[in-house]
C-alpha cells in the first residue's frame, strides 16, 4: 500500500480524516503526512488499514526475500496460509497466522522442491482469486528465483480457468498481461512443477505432459479440468 492508496482509499469511502485517523487509531495530523508521504506506512498500519477499510490481502506488505517463513513443517504452514487467504481445500483448518500477500505465498510454495500435490492444486486458484497483485513486484522476484517458468506455466492454468468459467475481463487481461510478460523471460531449462521426480516418471512425462507445460519446459501433467477447487 502506498501513501496515495491510503487517500484515495479513504475518500473512496467518503470519510474525512478525522474519522479515518480514529479508526486507524492515529492523530489526524499524523495520518496527514503518511498521505502526503512524509511518514512512512509501517508494516502494522498497513495491516490495520486493510481491515479498516476493508481491503484484500494484496495490499499486505512483502518481506524482502519475497517469501513466506515456513519452520520445520512446511507443508502444514502454506496449507495453514493458504486457508487463512480463503483456499476451499483447506477450510476445515484454523489458519493459527496472519493473512500473508498472496504472491508472497505462491513464491514460497513454488520454491518447494517437492510439494505435496494438495498443495499445488492450490496455487492456480490463488492467482485466479487475487488476479489484481502487483503484477511488477511478482515477475521481479520471480526472475530472481529462478521461478519464471514455474510461475508462467500456473498462470496459464488460472488464465485458462478464467476462460472456461467466463470470467470478468479484467480479470483475463490482467492473468494474459502477467502470462505475456513471463513469457518474455521464459527459461530454456527443464523443470518440475515443484516434484522430486524419479527418471521413469521424467521419461513419461516427457511423452505425456500437456502442450503448456511443453511450453514452460516443465515436467508435470497438470491441466485445469483436474483441479478440484479452482475457482
Given at each position: ?6 487517500k484515495t482509499t479513504r475518500l473512496a469511502k467518503g470519510w474525512t480524516q ?160 502477467l502470462e505475456l510478460d513471463l513469457e518474455q523471460i521464459r527459461l530454456a ?43
Amino acid at each position: 500500500m502506498r501513501p496515495q492508496d491510503l487517500k484515495t482509499t479513504r475518500l473512496a469511502k467518503g470519510w474525512t480524516q478525522a474519522e479515518t485517523a480514529r479508526r486507524l487509531g492515529v492523530s489526524q495530523s499524523y495520518l496527514a503526512m503518511l498521505e502526503n508521504g512524509s511518514r512512512r506506512l509501517s508494516a502494522r498500519l498497513v495491516r490495520k488499514a486493510r481491515n479498516v477499510f476493508g481491503l484484500p490481502p494484496t495490499v499486505l506488505p512483502t518481506t524482502e526475500t519475497g517469501q513466506v517463513p515456513l519452520g520445520k513443517d512446511a507443508a502444514e504452514t502454506l496449507a495453514r496460509h493458504l486457508a487463512a487467504l480463503g483456499y476451499p481445500g483447506f477450510s476445515y483448518l484454523r489458519p493459527r497466522c496472519w493473512k500473508r500477500n498472496p504472491s508472497e505465498v505462491l513464491l514460497t510454495a513454488l520454491m518447494q522442491d517437492d510439494l505435496e500435490a494438495r498443495l499445488v492444486e492450490a496455487l492456480p486458484w490463488l492467482l485466479f482469486r487475487y488476479w489484481n497483485l502487483d503484477k511488477s513486484w511478482l515477475v521481479q522476484q520471480a526472475k530472481l528465483l529462478d521461478l519464471q517458468n514455474r510461475l508462467g506455466f500456473v498462470v496459464s492454468l488460472a488464465r485458462q480457468l478464467a476462460e472456461r468459467t467466463n470470467s470478468p475481463a479484467a480479470r483475463l487481461e490482467a492473468l494474459k498481461g502477467l502470462e505475456l510478460d513471463l513469457e518474455q523471460i521464459r527459461l530454456a531449462r527443464e523443470d518440475s512443477l515443484c516434484k522430486a521426480l524419479k527418471p521413469t516418471e521424467k521419461q513419461w512425462l516427457r511423452e505425456n505432459r500437456p502442450e503448456k507445460a511443453k511450453h514452460w519446459n516443465l515436467l508435470t501433467d497438470w491441466r485445469p479440468e483436474i483441479l478440484p477447487y479452482a475457482v
